[in-house]
């Protein structure tokens, strides 16, 4: 069901699930179900070894997509939320 919200955000040529849209996508989805379950399970610590690992790899993939296609990447930002804006 989730991923199926996450799909319809995806434009129609970036559908295959080995984009890399796609990816940061489900990893963002992974990334705020872990921190959920960290709320309740502070002492969960192979739960955060796969959280900072998880992160990793989406940074990865941001820096990726930034150097790839700057326009894509703002884009998928300000869709997930995902960095806070830079104040100048």
Same mark, same amino acid.
């Given at each position: 069901?989730?991923?199926?919200?996450? =799909?319809? +955000? =995806?434009?129609?040529?970036?559908?295959?699930?080995?984009? +890399?849209?796609?990816?940061?996508?489900?990893?963002?989805?992974?990334?705020?179900? #872990?921190?959920?379950?960290?709320? #309740?399970?502070?002492?969960?610590? &192979?739960?955060?070894?796969?959280?900072?690992? =998880? #992160?990793?790899?989406?940074?990865?993939?941001?820096?990726?997509?930034?150097?790839?296609?700057?326009?894509?990447?703002?884009?998928?930002?300000?869709? &997930?939320?995902?960095?806070?804006?830079?104040?100048?």
């Amino acid at each position: 069901m989730i991923k199926n919200s996450l =799909i319809a +955000v =995806i434009p129609q040529e970036e559908k295959n699930k080995g984009s +890399v849209e796609f990816q940061i996508f489900s990893f963002t989805n992974k990334i705020r179900r #872990l921190t959920s379950h960290l709320e #309740l399970h502070r002492r969960d610590y &192979l739960s955060q070894r796969g959280l900072r690992q =998880i #992160l990793g790899k989406r940074q990865r993939l941001l820096a990726y997509l930034s150097k790839k296609n700057g326009v894509r990447y703002k884009e998928l930002i300000s869709q &997930l939320d995902i960095r806070e804006p830079k104040i100048r």
